[in-house]
Structures are given as structure tokens and as C-alpha cells.
């Protein structure tokens, strides 16, 4: 269980993720990812549970961002990049496949993504099923194509970004597999040790 967790349960969307925390505040936390697009890809997320950045309050949108801050300096650093990614897919029709607020942080590296065609794109990436947080995290946890369908229609509203999703393919989506539990919590671990260092200085 990584450092940082004190108390009560976390969920991101439906799904428990305690045990992937590295860091929290009264009002967010941050986790690791379970398919990350690159390394030291992670997720910055309020509390409360809600779908989109104007649901929240002025006290959780401070802190929100007031986190990211920190923990994109600390990914930096300890990823050795020289840029970061930092995106809100707000809403379904935006990409967003949980309905809970989450600020992707993803470390840069000059030539990183030149294999996938440069730098933007991480944006495909994030778009497509590579970027389908909800699907992985059903997929995961044992939940049925059925019950991944059934969330998937809520999530989507009317279907258009199943379609949308569906017209970028995951090249190498294949050779990037889920993580495995004890894999995420040693990397949570790892970067609570990191934030404690960053809160420190």
C-alpha cells in the first residue's frame, strides 16, 4: 500500500484504487496509471466524484490544480524529461472514458513518441483505446463485455465516442499490457517517497 494512504477508501469513477495512490490532499489525489502511455504517465484526480472541471468548487479546483503543479514537478524530475503533457479530457464527447475529473500528466522527452509519428501523437493516443481508462480498468477488474457495454452507452451518451474511439488504431496496443497490481503499488510506493521529497524542498 503505497505511503501516502491514510484513512479511508479511494475511488476513481466506480473503481477502488487505494492501493495505486502516491499522494492526496483533504480535496484530490494522484495515481498511477494502469497502462501508461509513457512512463510516468499518471492521473490527478478530486476526491469527490463528479464527471466535469465546472461540477467543481472553487476550493477543489485550487487544490486540484495546486496538486498537479506538485506532482508534475516531482514526474519531471524523476522521469529526467524535459516537457510534460498535462490534459483534462472533460466529458464523454471530450474522450473522457470515467466520469470523474482526472488531469493526465505524462513526462516528454525529446524524440520520445518518433516511433508513433512525433510528438503530438500522444494526443491519438490519449484519444483512442490506449487512452480508454474505463475500458482497462472494467477489463481489470473481471467485469463482463455485457456490463463494459452497458457502462460504455452511459458513459457515451448516444454512442458517437465508441465510433470516435474506434477510428484511431492502438498500434501498439498489444505490446502495451495492463499492469499488474503488485507492479502499480511498487511504483506508488516509489513516487510517495518522491512527493515527500518534493514537499520537503
Same mark, same amino acid.
Given at each position: %500500500? ?31 496509471? $494502469?497502462?501508461? #502511455?509513457?512512463? !510516468? ?7 469527490? #466524484?463528479?464527471?466535469?472541471? &465546472? ?6 479546483? &485550487? ?11 516531482? #514526474?519531471?524530475?524523476?522521469?529526467? @524529461? &524535459?516537457? $510534460?503533457?498535462?490534459? #483534462?479530457?472533460? !466529458? ?20 520520445? *513518441?518518433?516511433?508513433? !509519428? ?12 490506449? !487512452?480508454? *481508462? ?19 452507452? =452511459?458513459? %457515451? @451518451? ?11 488504431? @492502438?498500434?501498439?496496443?498489444? =505490446? ?7 507492479? %502499480? ?7 510517495? @517517497?518522491? %512527493? ?6
Amino acid at each position: %500500500m503505497s505511503l501516502a494512504i491514510k484513512g479511508s477508501p479511494i475511488h476513481f469513477g466506480p473503481f477502488l484504487v487505494t492501493s495505486q495512490v502516491f499522494h492526496q490532499t483533504p480535496l484530490s489525489f494522484a495515481l498511477v496509471n $494502469l497502462k501508461p #502511455i509513457l512512463p !510516468g504517465h499518471v492521473l490527478v484526480s478530486p476526491r469527490r #466524484i463528479v464527471p466535469r472541471v &465546472t461540477d467543481l468548487t472553487p476550493n477543489e479546483t &485550487t487544490d486540484l490544480f495546486l496538486t498537479v503543479r506538485r506532482v508534475a514537478r516531482m #514526474i519531471e524530475r524523476v522521469y529526467g @524529461a &524535459t516537457s $510534460l503533457n498535462i490534459a #483534462i479530457q472533460d !466529458g464523454a464527447e471530450a474522450g473522457q472514458s470515467v466520469p470523474h475529473v482526472h488531469t493526465h500528466i505524462i513526462p516528454r522527452k525529446k524524440a520520445d *513518441l518518433d516511433f508513433r !509519428g512525433g510528438t503530438d501523437a500522444v494526443y491519438d493516443m490519449l484519444d483512442g483505446e490506449e !487512452g480508454n *481508462l474505463g475500458k482497462v480498468y472494467r477489463e481489470e477488474m473481471g467485469e463482463s463485455r455485457e456490463k463494459d457495454k452497458e457502462e460504455g452507452y =452511459q458513459l %457515451m @451518451a448516444d454512442g458517437h465516442r465508441q465510433r470516435r474511439r474506434s477510428r484511431f488504431p @492502438a498500434v501498439d496496443n498489444e =505490446q502495451r499490457k495492463p499492469r499488474s497490481m503488485q507492479e %502499480m503499488e511498487a511504483e506508488a510506493t516509489f513516487l510517495a @517517497a518522491e %512527493m515527500e521529497k518534493e514537499i520537503e524542498n
